[in-house]
């Protein structure tokens, strides 16, 4: 499979991900597998904006709304389903397409996952008591303190995401970023990153209006039917995070709104920050036509392929 080419469509949330991707699996009549851990989830639909039916309809997905909120499914379980799902995909196919923001999933495709020590279980759940009892900015402090070099990349509104990392600093004694980007794994395929963007005030704009947009859809009643699931990891997610605090009567409904926008772009800067550190990505913006970006990537593949 030393020819064959993943095409892997990034950047930030809003940004038209989903209507390249689609645009290029016909391109090159092929299939798309996401790489959006929050579009796993069958439950959730409007709060993790999966493609519309007729995308889905136009090619095949793999990957959207196939596991439940109440299963676990780690990053490591994607990777292991998503290698096998390549390898027979590439016998019929020189190209697939994957869409996705989520940057571990994307990167455990493309380069494998990184390793770490086993940790006594102890310390996970000493830390899981002191989420309930302190409460998570006492564990946000301590990551900041433990590993500040990890805590600038990491979603620290994620309790799961900082108590991992936290559990590798406490368990090792040394920072979870110092077991970063040790072992990779070799693909027998050939990955072209492809990067969505345009200018941040654009970006803001369409986050807003896809807030507003998810609001219109049906948000609140979608969240109101998996709150008694609230503490389930797949829901620590922007959306329902904030949806879930005004049902508590933590916040009115039009500072949820106003929150989901502004963890929203917050979100969007990580995600660009994640994916630009790679200096092997081709970045388009996302305002050009869709037939105009289109063109362009199939391009980089050619040469891709033929060198």
Wanted: charged letters at 30%; a neutral charge.
């Amino acid at each position: 499979m030393a020819k064959k080419v993943l095409i892997a469509i990034v950047g930030p949330t809003g940004i038209g991900k989903t209507r390249l991707g689609v645009a290029m699996a016909k391109n090159f009549n092929t299939e798309v597998i996401s790489a959006d851990s929050r579009q796993f989830y069958k439950e959730m639909t409007i709060g993790t904006a999966v493609p519309s039916k007729e995308e889905l309809s136009a090619v095949p997905h793999h990957f959207i709304q196939h596991k439940s909120i109440l299963e676990n499914y780690s990053v490591g379980d994607f990777e292991r389903d998503a290698i096998h799902l390549l390898e027979n995909l590439f016998k019929n196919n020189e190209v697939v397409v994957m869409v996705g923001g989520s940057g571990l999933y994307v990167d455990a495709v493309i380069q494998g996952l990184d390793t770490f020590p086993d940790i006594d279980p102890k310390i996970r759940a000493s830390l899981n008591e002191a989420l309930q009892s302190k409460g998570l900015t006492y564990l946000q402090e301590q990551l900041l303190r433990m590993d500040p070099e990890h805590a600038k990349k990491v979603d620290m509104q994620n309790p799961h995401r900082v108590i991992r990392a936290l559990e590798i600093c406490v368990g090792t004694g040394a920072p979870y970023s110092s077991f970063l980007g040790k072992k990779k794994s070799d693909r027998p395929f050939t990955t072209l990153m492809v990067g969505l963007t345009t200018n941040r005030e654009t970006v803001y704009d369409r986050i807003d209006q896809r807030v507003d947009d998810m609001v219109e859809q049906g948000l609140l009643e979608e969240a109101r039917s998996l709150f008694p699931f609230r503490d389930k990891n797949a829901l620590q997610t922007v959306g329902y995070k904030e949806v879930f605090l005004y049902m508590e009567g933590a916040y009115d409904l039009d500072f949820a709104v106003s929150e989901i926008k502004k963890n929203s772009r917050r979100f969007a800067k990580r995600q660009l920050t994640w994916f630009k550190k790679r200096g092997d990505a081709v970045w388009l913006d996302a305002m050009e036509p869709l037939e105009t970006n289109v063109e362009l990537v199939a391009e980089k593949v050619k040469s891709t392929k033929d060198g």
